[in-house]
């Protein structure tokens, strides 16, 4: 049982319920704040990682169309399905980082510090490490993205991934806010009920 004690004898005090509850209040505060803000970082880092494979998807799809003369049809319809795969997941953790990080600010802000905190150094990293490594990686997206009907098409595809997370928050905001409803409620009833006892046993 937390017993309020004074600060300078260490010697206990009168009863104060908020008051001995003061260490265990903080530690829990911490431990919510961590949990958070790892949820969001690596939610936010496997956008970032899905953001990636869709541009080296991007890439390889250029690469192949200029080469082959009966590839476009089946490649087609391959890069449909892992355009979608993997800007939906992109999406989805995109919105889940934005939903648990700074929970106080709108969702149109908080979308745009996942993508800025969570998303856009993994992408940064896992882009610059092969074009500074590799001579063919560079030549192959400069190629690509000099094409501007690939680079209008690639930068339209890429700027609808956000704005599908941006979507998608506020329904996993709304299910956020009703799980955490629900753990307070219950919290709120087990301190009183532990309140209660404690009484009763004083009495």
């Known amino acids: 049982m937390w017993v309020a004690r004074c600060s300078r004898c260490g010697h206990a005090v009168r009863w ?60 087609r319809n391959e890069f449909i399905f892992m355009y979608l795969g993997l800007g939906g997941a992109a999406a989805i953790a995109a ?19 996942a993508w800025t905190i969570g998303a856009l150094p993994v992408i940064l990293l896992l882009s610059l490490l092969p074009l500074s490594a590799a001579s ?6 400069a190629e690509a993205f000099s094409d501007p009907y690939m ?20 329904p996993i905001d709304a299910l956020r806010k009703l799980v955490s409803r629900e753990f307070l409620r219950r919290y709120r009833s087990s301190i009183r009920s532990n309140l209660v006892l404690s009484r009763n046993a004083h009495a």
């Open 16 to 75: 104060n319920p908020r008051g001995a509850r003061a260490p265990y209040r903080l530690w829990v505060r911490t431990r919510a704040l961590n949990l958070r803000l790892g949820v969001a970082l690596t939610a936010g880092q496997a956008a970032g990682i899905a953001s990636i494979a869709i541009g080296a998807q991007f890439v390889d799809q250029y690469r192949i169309l200029t080469r082959f003369e009966n590839a476009p049809i089946l490649l």
């Open 151 to 170: 680079y209008t098409r690639s930068f339209s595809l890429c700027a609808l991934v956000p704005l599908v997370s941006f979507v998608l928050a506020y």
């Open 136 to 141: 063919e990686v560079r030549e192959d997206v």
């Open 95 to 113: 919105a889940v980082s934005a939903v648990f990080l700074a929970p106080d600010q709108r969702i149109p802000i908080r979308v745009l510090l």
